[in-house]
């Protein structure tokens, strides 16, 4: 819980650090983010998405935080379904939102427009547990858009969410996350 | 063209001066690379398990087995391989780094992109080692280092975790799961415990020469050795944190350093414009410059490693080099001078080079830089031209060296000072051969016999009292001709004597050793004693002698020629190190006994040593256990302790094929019959001269005798199914008895048709189908027995029937009141009875006969008893033509119906009997009204169950029999002719 918050404050503190000493349009900001996950078992395919995948990128120094309310996710073959998620899981009202936080390893010119596969090095966290990370993503940047995709795995155990061995069947250990993000030079 | 003769002269006078007198190397020669391959840079080289050489180039990843390169194909589609880290981890995969980041791995035979979800790294890999977590580590240029930990990739850098730069050159890891890299900031110690990441630095300001650390070597004592961009190497302590640059180093100018090598007292240091050079960090510390020597004319060497059989490998930019490196050295100058013809070699307790050629006695001492430094020695009292046979430092310091004529000198080492002993008998004239002692005993091998010098009290004096013994021929021994005295522990004293064998001396007095011991050699030159108090001797012609106590405490000599390993038999000088060697100094090489393995190993041309050539006297092992041998034009310096590599060719089986299917050699193999032509192929891998590599081979189950071989395939075909054990062995020497052995046990199994269940499964069968056959031949011949019975009984009943007198009586009576009345219709009656009989006759022995004939035969009897009941009896026939000609019938059935009709009913004209017979459906059918008679005749009843039985016989089915009262009927098929 303590890291929790510390976690948090160190997103609110990058978060004002960012808004200080950003040069002029150096800061985008995600106007359109959706992140689908999926969960493969042998007995049930579990999909869910939230359309309210937030986050900002420093392109001066390639630092960037995204966050996601946890109880912003949809989708789940059932309302219970959505239920258990929220309460036995990720314990959403403990652990409101899971961040990704980092930098990006790649030194991109984000002047220049084009397709890039960059790596981004940071901070996973998801149910109050953070793992550093590596994710692979492909930006594309066209004038004052950076559009974000990536697709990347997260394993339950990592995270410390056990599945009691009963679902075992129905709830695969590795779950399959999509983010799709639009980013916007963030005008004043 | 003035000013270019002037810089000519300068510039020679600058490579004399800057050069200095330099004269010790190692052997290096270059590895042919085929043609094909020439453009070909090798970046980074390692040794797999299975001791095959992998080189990482720009061009590729290349193996090596010690003949061939072979390109490894890799299944990606990688527009290029530009290897830069190789390395091959505790599991056996090669893990493969590349310059644009990308990471394969080979494993199972195929080279394939590392499937990680995190990606590839971007930036060339510099380094790959797996920690003792068993997490894989990458170092990049310009993204700091990876760690693999199985599942995910994890990232160190300068922002995040505070690594000392992201351009990192090297990596390495110690015992605590620590891993070291050098980067372009520094030196940064990294551990990565339960995904924790901690980061520790040492830079300048912790006492580092450089930043830049380009190279890092753990050493076993517990420290590492570390190479900067521009200030040589330096030793840290981790413990205490400590940063030691020796002394050699201060003044570095020798530029980047790009590999490093730590051996036991040297670490070779490739950089990348100067050359390989050799720091020595023993007790004598020295630094060579290797650039210039034979064969290292390279500047910049790439990458350096040593394989298990001690081999470095040099990887230049455009050559690839191979050494024994520091365990044999050669000296070919002196202070520039060449040398020549050397007679004498003495290592003193100094460790100084004492050694005579032509020109008399030198002195030579070897200096910290690499250089040496020669003192020669002449003396007034030895007349010109002169020749030092032996050289000797006795227990007090003295050089003793004696002379071919004029006897023997003690000279004092430092300042040459000496005396030439005399006494009574003209020592002073004598030739002394070789020269030996203990403490204040000195003994000499001359012409005339052995010397034997008591050194009085005053030894420590240059010209001390001494008393002088005689030994010969008259005092005991066998010859005046001695070679050399040895004195061996047990205070026994040996002689070397010439066409007359061996003889000992102990307290009991003379020994002589010749033929009665089985020794067949005659002149012997050379005896050492080895670690254990076994004596070696060798001979002129017939290889060594080795006097050694058996297990049941006899002492024995035993004889070593070619056929038991020994290499060569032109042998010149013998000696024997304290670590269980014995040296056999040969003509074309040096060989070595262990005692321990008790087997000998060869250095000739790999090492570097072409001919040996060497006098008798020019063997000599210093304090320290290094074999200096003064051969013809150079010495040779080899440093026994040193070599703990492997020695015997490392035998692996490369593949086995039965039918060109390949075999699992790792598992015992049932080879079908069908497939029973094997081929083994097999690698003794020895890179050190891989040409002198024999195999011996033996299938056990089919050769009895070993197969001597240089082939690297077997191949056996048409192999009969049974038992068989592929044994293979391979050595450097034809005696392959201390050769490690490999085999592979399997089964040719027996063809199917021999296979014990088959023969089984057909005898069986077969005796299943002749029982058949038999059964149903048996049903056969019943059948027709049984027809042939019944038939005869039909017909026997028929006739029996027709000849019956009631029926004949009936028929001559008709005939007799036809005979008055109407003689024309008479003659027909006669002649239709004649017809009916016949038919009978003819038809009888038919099992079945055309519908038609029986209605003939029944037309005739119809009308031959319508005669006697005239219209009492009709007969309505409604057959088909075609009926009557396609059907069958078994002969009489018919007749028999009507005629047991006409039997057992009565008839007259009023009531006629009607007989119908006509087909209903496929039926035929007999039917009449039925008037059963008063008075029955007598019935046999055999003529309905006749019918039926033949009937059944014939396939057909049985007749079917009704009365309805007023009508009798009988049903039955009638055979179709078909």
Same mark, same amino acid.
């Given at each position: 819980m303590k890291k929790n918050i510390s976690v948090l404050l160190f997103f609110i503190v990058t978060c004002i650090v960012l808004l200080a000493f950003?040069?002029?349009?150096?800061i985008y900001k995600v106007t359109d983010g959706k992140i689908t996950f999926v969960s493969e078992a042998s007995f049930e395919t579990i999909t869910a998405f939230s359309e309210k995948l937030n986050g900002m990128m420093d392109t001066s120094n390639q630092e960037f935080a995204f966050f996601v309310a946890n109880k912003s996710f949809e989708g789940f073959n059932g309302l219970l379904q959505r239920e258990h998620f929220n309460?036995?899981?990720?314990?959403s009202d403990k652990n409101p939102k899971s961040f990704f936080t980092g930098r990006i390893i790649e030194k991109i010119i984000f002047s220049k427009p084009g397709i890039f596969y960059v790596r981004a090095k940071g901070l996973l966290m998801i149910h109050g547990v953070e793992q550093e990370r590596i994710i692979k993503c492909v930006l594309l940047i066209e004038n004052g858009t950076i559009k974000v995709t990536s697709k990347f795995s997260v394993f339950l155990a990592d995270h410390d969410i056990n599945v009691p061995r009963i679902v075992f069947e129905k709830i695969s250990p590795e779950i399959k996350i999509q983010v799709e993000a639009v980013m916007h030079e963030k005008i004043e | 063209m003035n000013s270019i003769i002037k810089y000519s002269i300068l510039w020679f006078f600058m490579c004399f001066l800057s050069q200095p007198m330099m004269a010790q190397f190692p052997y290096v020669r270059t590895i042919e690379i085929d043609k094909s391959l020439q453009d070909i840079k090798v970046q980074t080289i390692i040794q797999d398990k299975k001791k095959l050489m992998w080189l990482g180039t720009n061009k590729g990843l290349y193996n090596y087995d010690g003949t061939d390169f072979k390109l490894t194909p890799t299944?990606?589609?990688?527009?290029?391989?530009?290897?830069t880290a190789l390395y091959s981890d505790s599991k056996g995969i090669i893990w493969v780094g590349l310059k644009n980041g990308v990471i394969l791995q080979y494993k199972n035979d195929s080279l394939n992109a590392f499937d990680i979800e995190e990606g590839h790294p971007k930036?060339?890999?510099t380094g790959i080692i797996e920690d003792n977590n068993g997490n894989i580590w990458f170092s990049t240029y310009g993204e700091g280092i990876y760690v693999w930990n199985g599942k995910h990739l994890f990232n160190f850098n300068?922002?995040?975790?505070?690594?000392?730069?992201?351009?990192?050159?090297c990596i390495v890891t110690d015992n605590n799961g620590r891993i070291w890299c050098g980067t372009d900031g520094g030196l940064s110690v990294c551990t990565f415990i339960n995904k924790q990441k901690k980061v520790k630095n040492y830079t300048t300001q912790n006492g580092?020469?450089?930043?830049?650390?380009k190279r890092i070597i753990w050493d076993k004592k517990g420290f590492l050795w570390f190479g900067t961009d521009n200030f040589g190497i330096g030793k840290l302590y981790p413990d205490s944190n400590k940063i030691e640059i020796p002394d050699e180093f201060?003044?570095?100018?020798?530029?980047?350093?790009?590999s490093m090598l730590l051996m036991e007292r040297e670490i070779w240091i490739g950089t990348n414009e100067n050359g390989l050079i050799d720091y020595e960090f023993s007790d004598r510390k020295r630094t060579r410059n290797?650039?210039?020597?034979?064969?290292?004319?390279?500047?910049?060497?790439q990458c350096l490693f040593r394989d298990d059989e001690g081999n470095i490998w040099i990887a230049c930019k455009d050559h690839l080099l191979q050494s024994p490196g520091e365990r044999i050295e050669f000296l070919k100058t002196i202070e520039g001078k060449p040398i020549a013809n050397i007679h004498a070699t003495l290592i003193d307790n100094k460790k100084r080079l004492w050694f005579s050629d032509d020109d008399g006695l030198h002195r030579v001492t070897f200096n910290s830089n690499g250089t040496e430094q020669s003192k020669s020695f002449s003396f007034?009292?030895?007349?010109?031209?002169?020749?030092?046979?032996t050289i000797y430092q006795d227990a007090f310091g003295f050089i003793w060296f004696g002379t071919f004529d004029q006897g023997i000198f003690r000279m004092e080492a430092e300042n040459g000072k000496a005396i030439h002993i005399n006494d009574k008998k003209d020592l002073m004239k004598q030739s002394v051969l070789s020269i030996t002692g203990k403490r204040s005993t000195i003994w000499l091998a001359t012409l005339s016999g052995a010397v034997k010098l008591e050194l009085g009290?005053?030894?420590?004096?240059?010209?001390c009292g001494m008393q002088i013994d005689y030994f010969n021929s008259k005092t005991g /021994? %066998?010859?005046?001709?001695?070679y050399q005295v040895l004195l061996d522990r047990n205070g026994r004293i040996w002689f070397a004597q010439d066409g007359k064998g061996i003889t000992m001396m102990d307290k009991a007095g003379f020994h002589h050793f010749g033929e009665k011991d089985?020794?067949?050699?005659?002149t012997f030159f050379s005896i050492t004693e080895d670690r254990n108090g076994g004596l070696w001797f060798a001979s002129t012609d017939n290889g060594l002698y080795r006097y050694k106590t058996d297990e049941k405490k006899n002492d024995k000599f035993y004889n070593y020629n070619l056929s038991n390993?020994?290499?060569?038999?032109?042998?010149t000088g013998l000696c024997a190190d304290n670590i269980g060697n014995v040296i056999i100094v040969c003509m074309e090489g040096i060989a070595m006994f262990n005692l321990d393995k008790e087997s000998f190993n060869w250095y000739q041309k790999a090492e570097g040593?072409?001919?040996?050539?060497?006098? /008798? %006297?020019t063997t000599s092992l210093s304090i320290d256990g290094v074999v200096w041998i003064g051969a013809r034009t150079q010495f040779i310096e080899i440093n026994?302790?040193?070599?703990?590599?492997?020695?015997?060719p490392f035998l692996t089986f490369e593949r086995a094929t039965a039918f060109l299917d390949p075999i699992d050699l790792n598992n015992y193999a049932n080879i079908?019959?069908?497939?029973?032509?094997l081929a083994f192929s097999y690698q003794g891998i020895w890179?050190?001269?891989?040409?002198?590599v024999n195999f011996q081979y033996k299938m056990?189950?089919?050769?009895?005798e070993w197969i001597n071989t240089r082939d690297r395939t077997a191949t056996f075909p048409d192999m009969k199914p049974g038992r068989y054990t592929f044994r293979l062995r391979c050595s450097?020497?034809?005696?392959?008895?201390?050769s490690n052995e490999i085999n592979y046990s399997f089964v040719i199994l027996n063809p199917v048709y021999r296979q014990w269940w088959f023969i089984t499964f057909s005898l069986i069968a077969l005796i299943g189908l002749i029982w058949l056959f038999l059964k149903i031949r048996d049903q056969r011949v019943n059948f027709v027995q049984r027809l042939e019975k019944e038939k005869m009984a039909s017909q026997f009943e028929t006739l029996k029937n027709q000849v019956n007198p009631h029926f004949l009586f009936n028929s001559f009576n008709t005939l007799a009141n036809i005979i008055d009345d109407d003689k024309t219709k008479a003659i027909e009656y006669i002649e239709k009875l004649t017809d009916f009989f016949r038919q009978i006759l003819v038809h009888r022995e038919k099992d079945l006969i055309k519908l038609e004939e029986e209605l003939e035969i029944i037309n005739d009897y119809v009308f031959l008893q319508q005669q006697r009941f005239e219209t009492a009896l009709k007969i309505n026939i409604s057959v088909t033509k075609e009926q009557s000609q396609s059907l069958l019938i078994p002969p009489l059935a018919l007749q028999i119906l009507v005629e047991n009709v006409i039997k057992h009913n009565s008839m007259t004209t009023q009531h006629p009997l009607i007989i119908e017979l006509y087909f209903e459906n496929e039926f035929f059918i007999v039917k009449n009204n039925l008037q059963p008679k008063l008075n029955k005749e007598r019935s046999t009843g055999t003529g309905l169950q006749n019918i039926t039985r033949r009937m059944q016989m014939l396939g057909l089915p049985a007749i079917e029999v009704e009365n309805t009262g007023s009508h009798f009927i009988v049903k039955f098929k009638l055979a179709d002719r078909k």
């Amino acid at each position: 819980m303590k890291k929790n918050i510390s976690v948090l404050l160190f997103f609110i503190v990058t978060c004002i650090v960012l808004l200080a000493f950003r040069t002029v349009n150096s800061i985008y900001k995600v106007t359109d983010g959706k992140i689908t996950f999926v969960s493969e078992a042998s007995f049930e395919t579990i999909t869910a998405f939230s359309e309210k995948l937030n986050g900002m990128m420093d392109t001066s120094n390639q630092e960037f935080a995204f966050f996601v309310a946890n109880k912003s996710f949809e989708g789940f073959n059932g309302l219970l379904q959505r239920e258990h998620f929220n309460e036995s899981y990720l314990e959403s009202d403990k652990n409101p939102k899971s961040f990704f936080t980092g930098r990006i390893i790649e030194k991109i010119i984000f002047s220049k427009p084009g397709i890039f596969y960059v790596r981004a090095k940071g901070l996973l966290m998801i149910h109050g547990v953070e793992q550093e990370r590596i994710i692979k993503c492909v930006l594309l940047i066209e004038n004052g858009t950076i559009k974000v995709t990536s697709k990347f795995s997260v394993f339950l155990a990592d995270h410390d969410i056990n599945v009691p061995r009963i679902v075992f069947e129905k709830i695969s250990p590795e779950i399959k996350i999509q983010v799709e993000a639009v980013m916007h030079e963030k005008i004043e | 063209m003035n000013s270019i003769i002037k810089y000519s002269i300068l510039w020679f006078f600058m490579c004399f001066l800057s050069q200095p007198m330099m004269a010790q190397f190692p052997y290096v020669r270059t590895i042919e690379i085929d043609k094909s391959l020439q453009d070909i840079k090798v970046q980074t080289i390692i040794q797999d398990k299975k001791k095959l050489m992998w080189l990482g180039t720009n061009k590729g990843l290349y193996n090596y087995d010690g003949t061939d390169f072979k390109l490894t194909p890799t299944n990606k589609n990688e527009t290029e391989i530009f290897v830069t880290a190789l390395y091959s981890d505790s599991k056996g995969i090669i893990w493969v780094g590349l310059k644009n980041g990308v990471i394969l791995q080979y494993k199972n035979d195929s080279l394939n992109a590392f499937d990680i979800e995190e990606g590839h790294p971007k930036e060339q890999i510099t380094g790959i080692i797996e920690d003792n977590n068993g997490n894989i580590w990458f170092s990049t240029y310009g993204e700091g280092i990876y760690v693999w930990n199985g599942k995910h990739l994890f990232n160190f850098n300068v922002n995040d975790d505070h690594l000392a730069d992201d351009y990192v050159y090297c990596i390495v890891t110690d015992n605590n799961g620590r891993i070291w890299c050098g980067t372009d900031g520094g030196l940064s110690v990294c551990t990565f415990i339960n995904k924790q990441k901690k980061v520790k630095n040492y830079t300048t300001q912790n006492g580092l020469s450089d930043n830049i650390i380009k190279r890092i070597i753990w050493d076993k004592k517990g420290f590492l050795w570390f190479g900067t961009d521009n200030f040589g190497i330096g030793k840290l302590y981790p413990d205490s944190n400590k940063i030691e640059i020796p002394d050699e180093f201060k003044n570095w100018n020798q530029g980047a350093i790009e590999s490093m090598l730590l051996m036991e007292r040297e670490i070779w240091i490739g950089t990348n414009e100067n050359g390989l050079i050799d720091y020595e960090f023993s007790d004598r510390k020295r630094t060579r410059n290797f650039l210039g020597a034979d064969g290292f004319n390279y500047p910049g060497i790439q990458c350096l490693f040593r394989d298990d059989e001690g081999n470095i490998w040099i990887a230049c930019k455009d050559h690839l080099l191979q050494s024994p490196g520091e365990r044999i050295e050669f000296l070919k100058t002196i202070e520039g001078k060449p040398i020549a013809n050397i007679h004498a070699t003495l290592i003193d307790n100094k460790k100084r080079l004492w050694f005579s050629d032509d020109d008399g006695l030198h002195r030579v001492t070897f200096n910290s830089n690499g250089t040496e430094q020669s003192k020669s020695f002449s003396f007034s009292e030895l007349k010109n031209p002169y020749k030092i046979l032996t050289i000797y430092q006795d227990a007090f310091g003295f050089i003793w060296f004696g002379t071919f004529d004029q006897g023997i000198f003690r000279m004092e080492a430092e300042n040459g000072k000496a005396i030439h002993i005399n006494d009574k008998k003209d020592l002073m004239k004598q030739s002394v051969l070789s020269i030996t002692g203990k403490r204040s005993t000195i003994w000499l091998a001359t012409l005339s016999g052995a010397v034997k010098l008591e050194l009085g009290d005053d030894a420590l004096q240059l010209n001390c009292g001494m008393q002088i013994d005689y030994f010969n021929s008259k005092t005991g /021994l %066998n010859n005046n001709f001695i070679y050399q005295v040895l004195l061996d522990r047990n205070g026994r004293i040996w002689f070397a004597q010439d066409g007359k064998g061996i003889t000992m001396m102990d307290k009991a007095g003379f020994h002589h050793f010749g033929e009665k011991d089985s020794i067949k050699a005659k002149t012997f030159f050379s005896i050492t004693e080895d670690r254990n108090g076994g004596l070696w001797f060798a001979s002129t012609d017939n290889g060594l002698y080795r006097y050694k106590t058996d297990e049941k405490k006899n002492d024995k000599f035993y004889n070593y020629n070619l056929s038991n390993g020994l290499p060569s038999m032109h042998i010149t000088g013998l000696c024997a190190d304290n670590i269980g060697n014995v040296i056999i100094v040969c003509m074309e090489g040096i060989a070595m006994f262990n005692l321990d393995k008790e087997s000998f190993n060869w250095y000739q041309k790999a090492e570097g040593i072409e001919t040996v050539d060497a006098d /008798l %006297n020019t063997t000599s092992l210093s304090i320290d256990g290094v074999v200096w041998i003064g051969a013809r034009t150079q010495f040779i310096e080899i440093n026994t302790s040193l070599d703990k590599f492997r020695k015997t060719p490392f035998l692996t089986f490369e593949r086995a094929t039965a039918f060109l299917d390949p075999i699992d050699l790792n598992n015992y193999a049932n080879i079908p019959g069908s497939k029973n032509h094997l081929a083994f192929s097999y690698q003794g891998i020895w890179f050190s001269n891989q040409s002198e590599v024999n195999f011996q081979y033996k299938m056990e189950g089919l050769n009895r005798e070993w197969i001597n071989t240089r082939d690297r395939t077997a191949t056996f075909p048409d192999m009969k199914p049974g038992r068989y054990t592929f044994r293979l062995r391979c050595s450097r020497t034809n005696d392959f008895t201390h050769s490690n052995e490999i085999n592979y046990s399997f089964v040719i199994l027996n063809p199917v048709y021999r296979q014990w269940w088959f023969i089984t499964f057909s005898l069986i069968a077969l005796i299943g189908l002749i029982w058949l056959f038999l059964k149903i031949r048996d049903q056969r011949v019943n059948f027709v027995q049984r027809l042939e019975k019944e038939k005869m009984a039909s017909q026997f009943e028929t006739l029996k029937n027709q000849v019956n007198p009631h029926f004949l009586f009936n028929s001559f009576n008709t005939l007799a009141n036809i005979i008055d009345d109407d003689k024309t219709k008479a003659i027909e009656y006669i002649e239709k009875l004649t017809d009916f009989f016949r038919q009978i006759l003819v038809h009888r022995e038919k099992d079945l006969i055309k519908l038609e004939e029986e209605l003939e035969i029944i037309n005739d009897y119809v009308f031959l008893q319508q005669q006697r009941f005239e219209t009492a009896l009709k007969i309505n026939i409604s057959v088909t033509k075609e009926q009557s000609q396609s059907l069958l019938i078994p002969p009489l059935a018919l007749q028999i119906l009507v005629e047991n009709v006409i039997k057992h009913n009565s008839m007259t004209t009023q009531h006629p009997l009607i007989i119908e017979l006509y087909f209903e459906n496929e039926f035929f059918i007999v039917k009449n009204n039925l008037q059963p008679k008063l008075n029955k005749e007598r019935s046999t009843g055999t003529g309905l169950q006749n019918i039926t039985r033949r009937m059944q016989m014939l396939g057909l089915p049985a007749i079917e029999v009704e009365n309805t009262g007023s009508h009798f009927i009988v049903k039955f098929k009638l055979a179709d002719r078909k």
